[in-house]
């Protein structure tokens, strides 16, 4: 089936320590996006790419890094320069509306990161 | 600038009784208009959509919202409130020139038996 996998669902990491997440869609779209949420909170945008090798700064992009080397992939690095780093983080892809396309966000399921 | 409103944190209601979770945009141009439900843990689920057409749209679970231009408003609703429908619900919106959405802040819906 297509759709976006995110792993892992869960990870704990100690301070000072850089993780990735991975975000991995064969839906074929173009667009795909990094949220962060927090408790009680909406979705803060970190990092989008609407084509692969380029990629754009979010709202929240301090601490952050991403790469887009393929279509398909999307992995977000949660560097230890983040400085609060406890979230759950959403991965989620688009295409353009048209072309029998109507362009909402499909979104991953989700990982859950804790620093210890 | 694009902008979206949910004004309620929270929206309590029976089982049975009609709910409404209430949004309001600010958009450029035409609006693409979404709602998302959230359940604990989970990423968040596509319910419904505005682009053209319409003004009552209907989506997945019975669930149904009403654009309106007048009032920039697109409200989700549905007629008879489950358990099952207690959830996060989000309003988003689509600025096509960037190929960027924007959220409300969440709805909490609490559905009592």
């Known amino acids: 089936d297509g759709g976006i996998t995110q792993s892992p669902k869960y990870l704990f990491r100690k301070e000072g320590q850089n993780v990735t997440l991975s975000c991995e869609q064969n839906l074929n779209h173009d667009a795909m996006y990094w949220y962060r949420q927090d408790p009680g909170q909406g979705l803060r945008l970190i990092y989008y790419?609407?084509?692969?090798?380029?990629?754009q700064k979010g709202d929240i992009a301090e601490g952050y890094s991403v790469s887009r080397e393929k279509k398909e992939s999307f992995p977000l690095t949660v560097t230890s320069a983040q400085k609060n780093p406890t979230a759950f983080y959403l991965c989620?892809?688009?295409?353009?509306?048209?072309?029998?396309?109507?362009?909402?966000?499909?979104f991953g399921e989700g990982s859950r990161l804790t620093v210890l | 600038a694009q902008s979206v409103a949910q004004p309620e944190d929270q929206v309590n209601v029976a089982e049975g009784n009609p709910l409404t979770v209430k949004c309001t945009y600010s958009?450029?141009?035409?609006?693409?208009l979404f709602w998302y439900v959230q359940y604990p843990n989970r990423g968040l689920q596509f319910l419904l959509k505005y682009i053209t057409g319409d003004n009552l749209v209907k989506g997945s679970y019975g669930f149904e919202a009403e654009f309106n231009k007048s009032q920039t408003s697109f409200h989700l609703k549905k007629p008879s409130a489950l358990v099952s429908d207690s959830a996060l619900y989000f309003c988003?919106?689509?600025?096509?020139?960037?190929?960027?959405?924007?959220f409300g802040s969440g709805t909490k819906l609490n559905v009592k038996p």
């Open positions: 989620a892809s688009s295409t353009p509306p048209g072309r029998g396309n109507t362009g909402e966000l499909f």
């Open positions: 790419s609407q084509i692969v090798n380029d990629f």
């Open positions: 988003a919106v689509r600025d096509n020139n960037f190929n960027k959405f924007y």
């Open positions: 958009v450029s141009g035409n609006p693409y």
